[in-house]
């Protein structure tokens, strides 16, 4: 029989685990206080413990350090009623196996533990080898969703090791922030953090921001210039949109990667950098691979750790926190002048798809509270940015879906009967270039406002005018 440890101030939680565990054949010991823990494992042979994260007299993250600072090696499940970034990630890192939050699922719970055993029992097992979380900067990850919970376990798990990142999400999920607190959390917390948007420098001086140049080495160059992986030595470098990095430098940073060693632009001195890599981007780099475009060994030595942050229409149970962190973020910015959030304007904000992610979720807040004319924010004063003014109501959100539903019944029709065989491309691709089309014309030309109208960054839609030709 397996046993199971479970230790909780809360006496139905105590007695609620403890009556569903033992029917499924486990044997239970419970306590109430963390300090009798060690030496109830001194004399009972455990194989998991549940473990709440605030008991009266220790809490959980400073028992754990104590299990890891007396070598007892069992697999613990934190319990926590605060599922925030911070505990996830502290929790992981001090060696849980996994956690749950109040209220949780005994089926959940279960299935954890069943894991957590398996994993246990391959621990013990010998090995032989043949011979052969509140960043610096003000802003934070918010999220309880399952989705963010299971990022905060990777960030938790991966932090303290030096292993290279690969973080993937659409444009605005927070890529960035997921970065700083994998550096906040890591042994180079106290070095430098140094971050490149590989999308946003032009080649030639892109090789020169990471590496650096020498005096005279190109025009311009007046003096010795050290790049960011000089820079950052001993700390962490964060290649923002890795996949629109030219092939040139790819294979310089895969240099640096296996060797630790680079060279200054028109310089011949080798020179060595201890610097940790994670890298975000939004783009398909397996289809770039393909394509020629990314190179198939700098991508693997890239993606030892993937984590994929996932988009808001994903985790749509976060919009409610995300919405209040953003006000009161940006409502004591302005002054306070807005003090309230009607609850008209979660409803709105719940029923709108996001295509800009989180980003736009605080645009949006921050532009609602611009619009606010007195102390309330209502939803009248939410405008989305793919949205004219005046047109978010659902009523004209019904009536274009039924609409384009229509308009698309009828050119399929047609495609079908000439015998196309690729209707869908062909769809898709028309109503796609006529939006483009009309979009621009409706904004004069103007890129940035036609970009902005559709809520799309202004470098997709420079990708679709040159894809469509226009």
């Known amino acids: 029989m397996k046993q199971l440890l479970i230790v909780d101030d809360d006496p139905f939680i105590l007695r609620s685990l403890k009556r569903a565990l033992s029917s499924s054949g486990y044997g239970v010991e419970c306590l109430d206080r963390g300090e009798e823990v060690l030496s109830v494992l001194g004399s ?31 697999p613990v499940v934190m319990i926590t009623a605060y599922g925030t970034e911070d505990t996830a990630i502290e929790a992981m890192k001090k060696g849980a196996y996994d956690y749950v939050i109040k209220p949780f699922d005994l089926d959940e719970i279960e299935e954890i533990i069943r894991k957590g055993i398996d994993t246990y029992r391959l621990m013990k097992k010998e090995v032989s080898f043949e011979d052969a979380f509140e960043e610096k900067s003000g802003e934070r990850i918010i999220g309880r969703s399952r989705k963010m919970q299971e990022v905060y376990k990777i960030i938790g798990q991966v932090a303290e090791t030096d292993f290279t990142v690969v973080i993937r999400g659409e444009s605005g999920t927070g890529k960035e922030l997921v970065a700083r607190s994998i550096h906040q959390h890591s042994r180079r917390n106290k070095m430098p953090l140094l971050a490149v948007n590989c999308a946003a420098i032009p080649e030639a001086l892109l090789e020169s921001e990471l590496f650096g140049h020498e005096k005279g080495a190109f025009t311009g160059a007046s003096k010795r210039r050290p790049g960011k992986f000089e820079q950052c030595h001993g700390g962490t470098l964060f290649l923002d949109e890795i996949g629109d990095m030219p092939l040139s430098i790819q294979s310089k940073v895969l240099r640096i990667l296996q060797n630790g060693e680079f060279q200054r632009v028109g310089g011949h001195e080798k020179i060595k950098s201890d610097v940790r890599v994670i890298a975000a981007t939004n783009k398909p780099l397996e289809e770039f691979m393909r394509t020629g475009q990314f190179r198939e060994d700098l991508y693997y030595r890239l993606d030892t750790v993937t984590i994929r942050l996932p988009a808001l229409r994903e985790r749509e149970a976060d919009i409610p926190l995300l919405a209040d962190f953003f006000f009161a973020r940006f409502s004591q910015k302005s002054g306070g002048r807005v003090r309230l959030m009607d609850p008209s304007v979660m409803k709105k ?81 028309a109503v796609e270039k006529a939006m483009l089309r009309i979009a621009l014309e409706t904004q004069g030309g103007n890129q940035v406002h036609t970009a902005r109208s559709l809520g799309i960054s202004r470098n997709t839609l420079r990708k679709k005018m040159k894809y469509y030709r226009m």
């Open 44 to 74: 009972l042979d455990v194989d998991l413990m549940l473990l709440d994260n605030r008991l009266p007299d220790i809490s959980g993250l400073d028992l754990l350090k104590k299990l890891e600072e007396r070598g007892i090696r069992i």
């Open 349 to 429: 904000l719940e029923r709108y798809h996001w295509p800009g992610n989180v980003r736009e979720l605080a645009n949006t807040i921050q532009r609602g509270l611009v619009l606010a004319k007195g102390e309330v924010l209502t939803d009248e004063h939410i405008r989305f940015s793919a949205e004219e003014p005046g047109d978010a109501s659902p009523e004209s959100s019904g009536n274009l879906d039924e609409g384009m539903e229509r308009l698309l019944v009828n050119c399929l029709k047609t495609e079908l009967q000439s015998g196309s065989l690729h209707p869908y491309e062909r769809i898709m691709g």
